[in-house]
Structures are given as C-alpha cells and as structure tokens.
C-alpha cells in the first residue's frame, strides 16, 4: 500500500502562496487517484482537488477555483498543491489521500482507501 507524507504547510498572510507537496513510497505511485482534503476545528472534512493517474484530469472545490493548482510528478512519486490568493478560510490541516480504484468519488472523504498525516496552513488577517 502507498504511504503518504505531506510537508510544506505554514503561516502566511492573506494573499500569501504556499506550495504543500504529499510525496508516496509506494512501489506503483502512477495508478493512484490523488486528491487534498482539509479540515478546520470543529468542522467536517472537505474536498479541495484531486488528479488522475496521468495527470491530466483535475478536479476542485468551487471555493478554490482559480486560486489552487494540482499538479503531479509521477518520476518522483509526488503530487503537489500550489495554493495562491490565499484567504482565512484556507486556514485548516490539509491532507492528501489516494485510491487505485478505477473511479473515485473524488468529493468524498470516505471513497479513499489511503491519507497522510496532514499540515497546517495557516493564514493570517
């Protein structure tokens, strides 16, 4: 099974970027659906992007929609999540999760078979 580490969150001030990287040691890293999930205290766990085995089919929250990027290097096991324009409400612990399943409910958080640990983002008004 794929093991998941997520690195790259922090503190930034509104409007700020980061870019948080979920990097895999798995042995088969290109059949795996990848998607980035967040979760804020006391709220419920959210879809924000997910990508295809090729990379060429991506998927995003409305709420992130010309504002975050995924992307994914498969000749380094790693997918990425560039995150501009950032807001308050960015702020949560995001996760990355993935699935070889041949489809994946991509918006939800019970349809993933695999998650790392998570980072913080945190943006500041």
């Known amino acids: 099974q794929e093991l998941l580490v997520e690195s790259g969150g922090g503190l930034v001030q509104v409007g700020g970027s980061l870019r948080l990287s979920c990097a895999a040691s798995?042995?088969?890293?290109?059949?795996?659906?990848v998607g980035w999930f967040r979760q804020a205290p006391g709220k419920e766990r959210e879809f924000v992007a997910a990508?295809?085995?090729?990379?060429?089919?991506?998927t995003y929250a409305d709420s992130v929609k010309g504002r975050f990027t995924i992307s994914r290097d498969n000749a380094k096991n790693t997918v990425y999540l560039q995150m501009n324009s950032l807001l308050p409400e960015d702020t949560a612990v995001y996760y990355c999760?993935?699935?070889?399943?041949?489809?994946?409910?991509?918006?939800?958080?019970?349809?993933?078979?695999?998650w790392g640990q998570g980072t913080q983002v945190t943006v500041s008004s």
């Open positions: 999760a993935a699935d070889d399943a041949a489809f994946v409910n991509y918006r939800s958080s019970y349809a993933w078979d695999y």
């Open positions: 798995g042995r088969t890293f290109s059949s795996y659906h």
């Open positions: 990508i295809g085995r090729s990379g060429g089919s991506t």
